[in-house]
């Protein structure tokens, strides 16, 4: 066997093993992520909460109590998360949202939302449809007309 036969079987097995080990981890996330869902469902309340403000902005910055920072993962502290800012009752408070849902909440008005914590899951329109906020185009689609 020459050399360059021996390299590329080295380089074939390791790829072997980390595609294996991957598929292990993925598996072990999976249930890990399903679990989560539903303790997430499990305490889900559905409130009625006026949406004053929503934005992107890094975990440090939203105005989260210490603990959630410090609960959170060191990269999320790091990235931006969908955060809104809402007048749930009487109280104004500053709640996560998921990714998906936050394209979807209207700015200054009423909705019912599906809350898990400090964490928007679902959310219907109160007063009127949901509105969609419509895509942004992109630089070279702007010109096209």
Known sequence: ?????LVLLIILAVLVIA???LYFLGKRAE??????????????QTVSMLIIDKGKMRLKDAGFPAIVVESSPKYLRRTKVPVV???VGPKI???MCDADVF????VKKEV??????IYITAVKGLRGAAEV?????????????
């Open 19 to 21: 595609v294996v080990v």
């Open 133 to 145: 906020a419509p895509a942004k185009k992109g630089f070279f689609a702007r010109f096209k007309k």
């Open 1 to 5: 066997m020459s050399t360059l036969t």
């Open 31 to 44: 249930k890990k992520q399903a679990e989560q869902k539903e303790q997430m469902d499990a305490v889900a």
């Open 85 to 87: 800012k809402a007048k």
């Open 103 to 106: 394209k979807t909440l209207p």
């Open 112 to 117: 019912k939302a599906t809350v898990s914590g």
């Open 93 to 95: 408070m500053t709640l």
